[in-house]
Protein backbone atom coordinates (compact mmCIF):
# COMPACT_ATOMS: atom_id res chain seq x y z
CA UNK A 1 0.00 0.00 0.00
CA UNK A 2 1.24 3.53 -1.00
CA UNK A 3 2.42 5.62 1.88
CA UNK A 4 -0.19 8.96 2.22
CA UNK A 5 1.60 11.83 0.93
CA UNK A 6 0.87 15.94 1.47
CA UNK A 7 1.72 18.27 -0.60
CA UNK A 8 3.58 21.23 1.65
CA UNK A 9 4.90 24.69 1.36
CA UNK A 10 7.18 26.67 3.36
CA UNK A 11 6.90 30.76 3.29
CA UNK A 12 10.31 32.37 4.52
CA UNK A 13 11.95 29.10 3.76
CA UNK A 14 15.69 30.83 4.01
CA UNK A 15 15.34 32.12 7.48
CA UNK A 16 16.98 29.97 10.66
CA UNK A 17 13.04 28.57 11.39
CA UNK A 18 12.29 28.39 7.75
CA UNK A 19 15.62 26.35 6.87
CA UNK A 20 15.05 23.80 10.51
CA UNK A 21 11.58 23.09 8.73
CA UNK A 22 13.35 22.14 5.71
CA UNK A 23 15.68 20.21 6.73
CA UNK A 24 13.19 18.11 9.10
CA UNK A 25 10.63 17.80 6.62
CA UNK A 26 13.01 16.46 3.49
CA UNK A 27 13.17 13.97 5.92
CA UNK A 28 9.35 13.07 6.15
CA UNK A 29 8.38 9.59 4.43
CA UNK A 30 4.67 11.97 4.48
CA UNK A 31 5.29 14.94 2.87
CA UNK A 32 6.57 16.21 -1.03
CA UNK A 33 7.81 19.46 -0.43
CA UNK A 34 6.00 21.22 -3.57
CA UNK A 35 7.53 25.11 -3.22
CA UNK A 36 10.32 26.74 -1.02
CA UNK A 37 9.28 30.58 -0.80
CA UNK A 38 10.78 33.89 0.41
CA UNK A 39 11.02 37.53 -1.15
CA UNK A 40 15.22 37.26 -1.87
CA UNK A 41 17.78 35.25 -3.57
CA UNK A 42 14.80 33.51 -5.78
CA UNK A 43 16.44 31.19 -8.08
CA UNK A 44 18.93 29.43 -5.68
CA UNK A 45 18.93 26.06 -4.42
CA UNK A 46 18.26 25.93 -0.59
CA UNK A 47 21.79 24.07 -0.26
CA UNK A 48 22.90 27.97 -0.74
CA UNK A 49 21.56 28.84 2.43
CA UNK A 50 22.25 25.25 4.13
CA UNK A 51 24.53 22.83 2.71
CA UNK A 52 23.57 20.23 5.47
CA UNK A 53 20.30 19.50 3.18
CA UNK A 54 21.40 16.63 1.30
CA UNK A 55 17.50 16.61 -0.55
CA UNK A 56 17.13 18.10 -3.98
CA UNK A 57 14.03 20.07 -3.38
CA UNK A 58 12.13 23.23 -5.28
CA UNK A 59 14.05 26.39 -6.15
CA UNK A 60 13.72 29.53 -4.00
CA UNK A 61 10.54 31.38 -5.73
CA UNK A 62 8.38 34.15 -4.85
CA UNK A 63 4.98 32.83 -3.48
CA UNK A 64 3.44 33.76 -6.90
CA UNK A 65 5.03 30.31 -8.52
CA UNK A 66 2.47 28.24 -6.01
CA UNK A 67 -0.04 26.21 -6.97
CA UNK A 68 -2.41 26.63 -3.87
CA UNK A 69 -5.03 24.37 -5.23
CA UNK A 70 -2.56 21.47 -4.81
CA UNK A 71 -0.98 22.65 -1.31
CA UNK A 72 -2.12 20.47 1.80
CA UNK A 73 -0.22 22.74 4.32
CA UNK A 74 1.29 25.96 4.50
CA UNK A 75 3.97 26.54 7.10
CA UNK A 76 4.60 30.73 7.75
CA UNK A 77 7.47 31.21 9.17
CA UNK A 78 7.06 35.03 8.43
CA UNK A 79 6.90 38.58 10.42
CA UNK A 80 4.43 39.44 12.53
CA UNK A 81 1.78 40.90 10.72
CA UNK A 82 2.44 38.54 7.20
CA UNK A 83 0.72 35.38 7.82
CA UNK A 84 -2.58 37.47 8.87
CA UNK A 85 -2.53 38.75 5.13
CA UNK A 86 -1.61 35.54 3.54
CA UNK A 87 -4.26 33.34 5.66
CA UNK A 88 -6.77 36.01 4.46
CA UNK A 89 -5.74 35.58 0.75
CA UNK A 90 -5.90 31.94 0.77
CA UNK A 91 -8.46 30.73 3.12
CA UNK A 92 -10.97 30.39 0.22
CA UNK A 93 -8.87 26.95 -0.87
CA UNK A 94 -10.73 25.00 1.45
CA UNK A 95 -7.98 22.01 1.44
CA UNK A 96 -5.22 23.70 2.88
CA UNK A 97 -4.34 23.85 6.55
CA UNK A 98 -1.85 26.62 7.56
CA UNK A 99 0.81 26.48 10.65
CA UNK A 100 2.08 30.22 11.57
CA UNK A 101 5.14 30.25 13.67
CA UNK A 102 4.58 33.75 13.99
CA UNK A 103 2.27 35.87 17.04
CA UNK A 104 -0.50 36.35 14.13
CA UNK A 105 -2.92 33.60 15.27
CA UNK A 106 -1.58 33.30 18.78
CA UNK A 107 -3.35 36.31 20.89
CA UNK A 108 -7.36 35.77 20.71
CA UNK A 109 -8.21 39.25 21.13
CA UNK A 110 -7.08 41.48 18.34
CA UNK A 111 -7.02 44.55 20.58
CA UNK A 112 -4.43 42.71 22.69
CA UNK A 113 -2.28 41.81 19.89
CA UNK A 114 -2.12 45.52 18.51
CA UNK A 115 -1.42 46.43 22.02
CA UNK A 116 1.42 44.16 22.52
CA UNK A 117 2.58 44.24 18.35
CA UNK A 118 1.52 47.50 17.43
CA UNK A 119 -0.09 46.17 14.41
CA UNK A 120 -4.00 46.23 13.14
CA UNK A 121 -5.43 42.59 12.82
CA UNK A 122 -6.57 42.38 8.66
CA UNK A 123 -8.01 38.99 9.63
CA UNK A 124 -9.79 39.45 12.93
CA UNK A 125 -12.77 36.74 11.60
CA UNK A 126 -10.26 34.17 10.91
CA UNK A 127 -9.12 34.08 14.69
CA UNK A 128 -11.87 31.81 15.67
CA UNK A 129 -10.76 29.11 13.06
CA UNK A 130 -7.71 28.74 14.64
CA UNK A 131 -6.01 27.11 17.60
CA UNK A 132 -2.96 27.49 19.63
CA UNK A 133 -1.35 24.55 20.04
CA UNK A 134 1.59 23.16 22.14
CA UNK A 135 1.50 19.85 20.65
CA UNK A 136 1.33 18.05 24.30
CA UNK A 137 -1.69 19.96 25.54
CA UNK A 138 -3.79 20.16 22.31
CA UNK A 139 -3.64 16.54 20.92
CA UNK A 140 -8.01 16.36 21.19
CA UNK A 141 -8.95 19.42 19.77
CA UNK A 142 -5.80 20.14 16.72
CA UNK A 143 -8.05 18.30 13.99
CA UNK A 144 -11.18 20.95 14.65
CA UNK A 145 -8.91 23.57 13.21
CA UNK A 146 -7.82 24.99 9.83
CA UNK A 147 -5.34 27.06 11.02
CA UNK A 148 -2.59 26.47 13.94
CA UNK A 149 -1.08 28.96 15.56
CA UNK A 150 2.50 27.42 16.71
CA UNK A 151 3.98 28.89 20.39
CA UNK A 152 6.64 31.17 20.78
CA UNK A 153 9.95 29.52 21.81
CA UNK A 154 9.99 31.17 25.78
CA UNK A 155 5.99 30.56 26.25
CA UNK A 156 6.96 26.32 25.15
CA UNK A 157 9.47 26.12 27.82
CA UNK A 158 7.78 27.55 30.57
CA UNK A 159 4.38 26.38 30.08
CA UNK A 160 5.81 22.90 29.50
CA UNK A 161 7.00 23.08 33.06
CA UNK A 162 4.49 25.11 34.47
CA UNK A 163 0.86 24.28 33.33
CA UNK A 164 0.60 21.00 35.08
CA UNK A 165 1.41 22.39 38.58
CA UNK A 166 -0.58 25.16 37.83
CA UNK A 167 -3.73 23.02 37.25
CA UNK A 168 -3.04 20.50 40.18
CA UNK A 169 -2.64 23.06 42.35
CA UNK A 170 0.62 22.82 44.16
CA UNK A 171 2.48 26.16 43.58
CA UNK A 172 1.67 29.70 45.07
CA UNK A 173 -0.06 31.53 41.55
CA UNK A 174 1.30 34.93 43.00
CA UNK A 175 4.83 34.28 43.39
CA UNK A 176 6.50 33.10 40.35
CA UNK A 177 9.69 34.11 38.97
CA UNK A 178 10.78 33.21 35.32
CA UNK A 179 14.44 33.54 34.39
CA UNK A 180 15.07 32.52 30.82
CA UNK A 181 17.88 32.67 28.65
CA UNK A 182 18.11 31.69 24.43
CA UNK A 183 20.68 31.74 21.85
CA UNK A 184 20.68 34.86 19.74
CA UNK A 185 18.96 33.14 16.98
CA UNK A 186 15.23 33.18 18.35
CA UNK A 187 15.78 37.18 17.57
CA UNK A 188 16.27 36.03 13.67
CA UNK A 189 18.49 36.76 11.05
CA UNK A 190 18.00 40.38 11.95
CA UNK A 191 19.54 39.78 15.46
CA UNK A 192 22.07 42.64 14.95
CA UNK A 193 20.15 45.49 14.46
CA UNK A 194 17.64 44.13 17.51
CA UNK A 195 21.24 44.07 19.69
CA UNK A 196 23.46 46.96 19.44
CA UNK A 197 24.85 46.26 22.79
CA UNK A 198 28.95 46.12 23.07
CA UNK A 199 30.64 42.57 22.88
CA UNK A 200 27.63 40.86 21.57
CA UNK A 201 29.13 37.83 20.57
CA UNK A 202 31.40 37.51 24.26
CA UNK A 203 28.69 38.84 26.22
CA UNK A 204 24.98 37.90 28.15
CA UNK A 205 22.30 40.89 28.06
CA UNK A 206 19.30 41.12 29.47
CA UNK A 207 16.28 42.87 27.50
CA UNK A 208 12.66 43.65 27.95
CA UNK A 209 12.38 43.30 31.72
CA UNK A 210 8.80 42.46 31.84
CA UNK A 211 7.54 43.74 28.70
CA UNK A 212 8.68 41.08 26.23
CA UNK A 213 5.81 40.50 23.88
CA UNK A 214 5.89 36.72 24.78
CA UNK A 215 4.01 37.91 27.97
CA UNK A 216 0.80 38.19 25.93
CA UNK A 217 0.90 34.72 24.90
CA UNK A 218 1.34 33.68 29.15
CA UNK A 219 -0.75 35.86 29.99
CA UNK A 220 -3.74 34.33 27.84
CA UNK A 221 -2.69 30.69 27.91
CA UNK A 222 -2.46 31.03 31.94
CA UNK A 223 -5.67 32.95 32.03
CA UNK A 224 -7.24 29.97 30.25
CA UNK A 225 -6.26 27.59 33.06
CA UNK A 226 -8.98 28.97 35.32
CA UNK A 227 -7.48 28.22 38.50
CA UNK A 228 -7.21 32.24 39.96
CA UNK A 229 -5.29 34.77 38.86
CA UNK A 230 -1.76 33.74 38.22
CA UNK A 231 1.26 36.57 38.98
CA UNK A 232 4.59 36.50 37.72
CA UNK A 233 7.52 38.05 36.25
CA UNK A 234 9.09 37.05 33.45
CA UNK A 235 12.69 38.49 32.10
CA UNK A 236 14.50 37.07 28.81
CA UNK A 237 18.50 36.82 28.38
CA UNK A 238 20.11 36.83 24.70
CA UNK A 239 23.25 34.55 25.12
CA UNK A 240 26.40 34.92 22.32
CA UNK A 241 25.75 31.27 21.15
CA UNK A 242 23.07 30.39 18.08
CA UNK A 243 20.61 27.72 19.36
CA UNK A 244 19.33 26.69 22.79
CA UNK A 245 16.67 27.74 25.40
CA UNK A 246 16.85 27.30 28.79
CA UNK A 247 13.93 28.82 31.46
CA UNK A 248 14.87 29.05 35.65
CA UNK A 249 11.56 28.96 36.92
CA UNK A 250 11.75 29.71 41.03
CA UNK A 251 8.63 28.72 42.69
CA UNK A 252 7.25 28.99 45.72
CA UNK A 253 5.09 25.72 47.02
CA UNK A 254 1.89 25.25 48.82
CA UNK A 255 2.28 24.57 52.71
CA UNK A 256 3.60 20.14 52.80
CA UNK A 257 4.00 19.99 49.61
CA UNK A 258 7.33 18.72 49.22
CA UNK A 259 10.09 18.44 46.03
CA UNK A 260 9.39 14.62 45.44
CA UNK A 261 5.51 15.60 44.44
CA UNK A 262 6.48 17.56 42.04
CA UNK A 263 8.65 15.67 40.27
CA UNK A 264 6.15 12.84 40.62
CA UNK A 265 2.85 15.16 39.17
CA UNK A 266 5.51 16.15 35.79
CA UNK A 267 6.04 12.44 35.48
CA UNK A 268 2.94 11.32 35.36
CA UNK A 269 1.34 14.19 33.48
CA UNK A 270 3.70 13.52 30.68
CA UNK A 271 3.84 9.39 30.98
CA UNK A 272 4.25 8.71 27.36
CA UNK A 273 4.90 11.65 26.00
CA UNK A 274 7.62 10.80 23.63
CA UNK A 275 9.44 14.32 23.88
CA UNK A 276 9.61 15.42 27.48
CA UNK A 277 11.99 13.64 29.46
CA UNK A 278 11.83 14.98 33.19
CA UNK A 279 15.42 14.70 35.26
CA UNK A 280 15.71 13.04 38.20
CA UNK A 281 15.18 15.34 41.19
CA UNK A 282 18.35 17.69 41.51
CA UNK A 283 20.05 17.12 38.43
CA UNK A 284 21.81 20.30 37.10
CA UNK A 285 20.10 20.73 33.82
CA UNK A 286 21.52 23.18 30.74
CA UNK A 287 20.47 22.81 26.27
CA UNK A 288 23.08 20.37 26.25
CA UNK A 289 21.01 17.11 25.72
CA UNK A 290 18.23 19.32 23.46
CA UNK A 291 20.45 20.87 21.46
CA UNK A 292 19.18 19.98 17.35
CA UNK A 293 16.37 18.09 18.67
CA UNK A 294 12.36 18.27 19.42
CA UNK A 295 13.00 17.42 23.13
CA UNK A 296 12.12 19.63 26.06
CA UNK A 297 13.98 18.55 29.48
CA UNK A 298 12.36 19.62 32.76
CA UNK A 299 14.35 19.17 36.25
CA UNK A 300 12.95 19.79 39.56
CA UNK A 301 15.53 21.28 42.45
CA UNK A 302 15.46 22.31 45.80
CA UNK A 303 15.59 25.68 46.89
CA UNK A 304 18.00 26.35 49.89
CA UNK A 305 14.21 27.35 51.70
CA UNK A 306 12.26 24.08 52.26
CA UNK A 307 9.41 25.73 50.58
CA UNK A 308 10.83 27.04 47.43
CA UNK A 309 12.16 24.91 44.31
CA UNK A 310 13.57 25.62 41.15
CA UNK A 311 12.03 24.20 37.71
CA UNK A 312 14.24 24.42 34.79
CA UNK A 313 13.12 24.28 31.30
CA UNK A 314 15.66 23.01 28.52
CA UNK A 315 14.86 23.73 24.74
CA UNK A 316 16.35 23.73 21.52
CA UNK A 317 14.33 27.23 20.42
CA UNK A 318 14.58 26.83 16.46
CA UNK A 319 12.78 23.03 17.12
CA UNK A 320 10.66 22.61 20.13
CA UNK A 321 10.70 26.17 20.25
CA UNK A 322 9.44 26.65 16.41
CA UNK A 323 10.09 24.59 13.35
CA UNK A 324 9.80 20.81 15.45
CA UNK A 325 6.99 21.77 17.35
CA UNK A 326 5.20 22.96 13.77
CA UNK A 327 5.87 19.19 12.11
CA UNK A 328 4.61 17.55 15.54
CA UNK A 329 1.38 19.96 14.98
CA UNK A 330 1.38 18.60 11.32
CA UNK A 331 1.90 14.92 11.94
CA UNK A 332 -0.98 15.14 14.57
CA UNK A 333 -3.58 17.01 12.15
CA UNK A 334 -2.81 14.21 9.18
CA UNK A 335 -2.81 11.02 11.80
CA UNK A 336 1.20 10.51 10.78
CA UNK A 337 2.82 9.14 13.87
CA UNK A 338 3.74 11.86 16.44
CA UNK A 339 7.54 11.48 16.21
CA UNK A 340 8.08 10.85 12.27
CA UNK A 341 11.32 12.85 11.38
CA UNK A 342 11.61 14.23 14.65
CA UNK A 343 13.70 11.66 16.57
Known sequence: MAIKKINVAIAGATGFVGLDLVKILSK?????????????????????????????????????????SKIDVLFLSLPNGEAQKLVKKLIKYKKIKFIDLSADFRIKKPNVYKAWYGINHSAKHLIKDSTYSISEFSRDKLKKFRIIANPGCYPTSIQLALVPLIKKNLINKKNIIIDSKSGYSGAGKGFKTKFKHKNFFSSIQAYKTNMHRHMSELDQEFNNIKKGKIKYSFNPHILPFFRGLLSSIHLELKQNIKVNVIHKVLKNFYKGNTFIKIAKINKPLGTGNVINTNYCEISVCQGRDKNRIVVFSAIDNLIKGASGQAVQNMNLLFNFKESVSLK
Open 28 to 68: HPNVNIANLCATKNLGKNIQFFDKSIKKKLPKVSNLRKVNW
